[in-house]
Structure formats: C-alpha cells, structure tokens
C-alpha cells in the first residue's frame, strides 16, 4: 500500500510493521488505546516495550526516552502532569550508567519527584514543601516525612509540639530519640 490507508475495520498484519513518521492513535471511548500482548506461554520475557535511542552521535546525559502524561487545564491548553523518563549518565563501554527519573507539576511548574542514577536515589531533590509517608499494613505513617517542618516520624505523624526532629511512637506516646 502507498499513499494513506483509512479504513473503518479492524486492520491486521501479519507481521510487523514499521513507522517512519510521527503516529497518532486516537480513541473516542475510554478502552485502551494501546495493547501490546504476547501468547507466548513461557517463563522468559512477556511483553515488551523498547524505547531506544539509536542516534550514531550518541552523547552522555542523551535523553533515552520519556513516557508524559498530558491533559488539559481549564484554559483548554494541552499541560504535562507527569513525565517518566531516563537518560544515559556515563556512556563508555563497560561503565554504562543511567539515570531514570519522574516529575510531576506542581503550582504549574514540573518538578522533580523521584530519581535514581548510579550514585543515589533521591526523592524531592528541589526541596518542595511535600511530604513523604509509608504506609505498614496496620500503621498510616510508619515512615513519616513533613517536608514543611523537616520532622521524621516512626509510627506517628510528627508534630512541632514535642520539639524534636525525629519522632517515634513507642507503647502509646511519641518521645523523642
């Protein structure tokens, strides 16, 4: 087939096929827009989803590849709420490092929530006021994080009454260690 293809059935192909140009799948419901399946009944790898940057002038720090997540504002103008991505850090045979990360907008600006690279993983590395909370099975705040504050609780939301920075809750009363 050359030129354009429109159908309104279901088109198959049987085997793969190649996109050289920007493509759009577009839905007017709510099922998925997008299924990548495999029948293949082994233990090895399922379904896979490879984004690869395959540039012959490939530099550290690349953008390998972003999953972003955009809706629109009430203004009608199309805004990225989230953004999942990762790059190549260091880029030598042999000492490959990488970096993935995820942001989010907050107040209208993206900001960085999570990253890991070779060295650290950091949550909230631009010191947003947010608060960071683990949940146990049984406990709401077993890991209690108050990004306004900088108080750390165990087991207890901390609060600023007690006047100390790390709070755990121990046999029904927060004390201070």
């Known amino acids: 087939v050359t030129g354009v293809l429109t159908t309104t059935a279901a088109t198959v192909f049987n085997g793969g096929f190649a996109a050289n140009a920007a493509s759009t799948i577009t839905t007017a419901d709510n099922l998925s827009g ?10 090895n ?12 002038t490939t530099a550290a720090n ?7 997540f955009v809706g629109e504002n009430d203004a009608d103008e199309a805004t990225v709420y989230a953004n999942i991505g990762s790059q190549n850090q260091v880029i030598t045979n042999g000492s490959e490092s990488g970096r993935f990360f995820i942001n989010t907008i907050v107040g209208g ?9 070779a060295t650290e993983t950091v949550i909230n590395e ?9 949940e146990s099975d049984s406990n709401a705040n077993a890991l209690f994080v108050e990004g306004s504050t900088d108080h750390i609780g165990m087991g207890v939301e901390p609060t600023t009454s007690y006047g100390n920075v790390l709070q755990i809750h121990n046999t029904g009363t927060a004390g201070a260690n």
């Open 109 to 117: 600006t993206e900001y960085s929530r999570f990253f890991a690279d």
């Open 126 to 134: 631009n010191s947003r006021d947010l608060d960071f909370r683990v």
């Open 45 to 56: 790898t399922g379904p896979t989803i490879q984004l690869k940057r395959d540039s012959s």
């Open 62 to 68: 690349d953008l390998l590849g972003n999953l972003i």
């Open 34 to 43: 997008l299924i990548v399946a495999s029948t293949d009944a082994d233990a």
